[in-house]
């Protein structure tokens, strides 16, 4: 039921086939995979050449986060380059169902991205196109930030919007929280509603060389914490 999404915007990328197959090899379920361009975002960082180069290395999920404007051109390359999830923020997209439309038609889930001050409606009448939502913990553009507390509060506000519609319609779409996400704050953001993970600096900043696959760890950890609350995966 829960999905721990390494960000490998944290890892080392002189070695990053290692760091995505060791992720995954230490009991991580998906690849959270961070797209910046420098005017949406002001960072930059890789693309959909480097998400083809990952692809070989695993069959685990690559979660692609698109921070980029516009969107629509880049979404057929990240489905090519063998994304299985894409996510964007509204604000980066002028039609959002026509780029949640050709997220789909290229064979890919589909979500939407809401930064903190961005307001839920825009997920209103897009329901049927969400495969996931991503409530944004903190202000998109790097990692290591701390976890904004409104989040919390917002995550409780999703949360009831997705329950009102599963029961309506029997479809399930998952609550992602990216940004901030700590071994000590994981159970109360589970508590708050999210069942899907991003966490970054958390991760990777943990390695150890004494661990079978660098992060058995702190995956474990992640886990442990969420197992307290009796429905862990
Ligand atoms: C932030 C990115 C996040 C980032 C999270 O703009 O979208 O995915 O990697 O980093 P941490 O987990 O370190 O807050
Ligand atoms: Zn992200």
Not at 60 to 84: C, E, Q, S, W, Y
Request: proline share 5%; glycine share 8%; with cysteine.
């Amino acid at each position: 039921m829960f999905i721990l999404a390494p960000s490998i915007l944290s890892a080392d990328f002189t070695r990053l086939g290692a760091e995505v197959t060791d992720v995954i090899a230490s009991g991580a379920d998906w690849i959270h995979f961070d797209v910046m361009d420098n005017h949406y975002v002001p960072n930059l960082t890789v693309g959909p050449m480097v998400c083809a180069a990952i692809r070989p290395l695993t069959s685990a999920t690559i979660d692609v986060h698109l921070m980029v404007k516009p969107v629509d051109r880049i979404i057929p390359d990240f489905a090519k380059a063998g994304a299985n999830m894409i996510t964007f923020h509204p604000e980066a997209s002028e039609h959002v169902d026509r780029s949640l439309s050709l997220i789909r038609e290229h064979g890919c889930q589909a979500g939407l991205v809401f930064n903190p001050a961005t307001p839920l409606e825009f997920m209103d009448y897009v329901m049927d196109k969400l495969d996931m939502v991503l409530l944004m913990g903190v202000n998109p553009g790097c990692g290591g930030q701390a976890l904004i507390p409104a989040t919390l509060d917002k995550l409780r506000a999703v949360r009831a919007k997705i329950d009102a519609y599963s029961q309506r319609t029997g479809r399930r779409i998952r609550l992602q929280i990216d940004g901030g996400v700590k071994v000590d704050n994981i159970a109360e953001i589970a508590r708050a509603g999210a069942d899907t993970f991003v966490a970054g600096s958390a991760v990777y900043g943990a390695a150890r060389s004494t661990d079978a696959h660098r992060y058995d760890t702190v995956i474990a950890a992640l886990r442990a914490q969420l197992s307290v609350l009796g429905f862990a995966k």
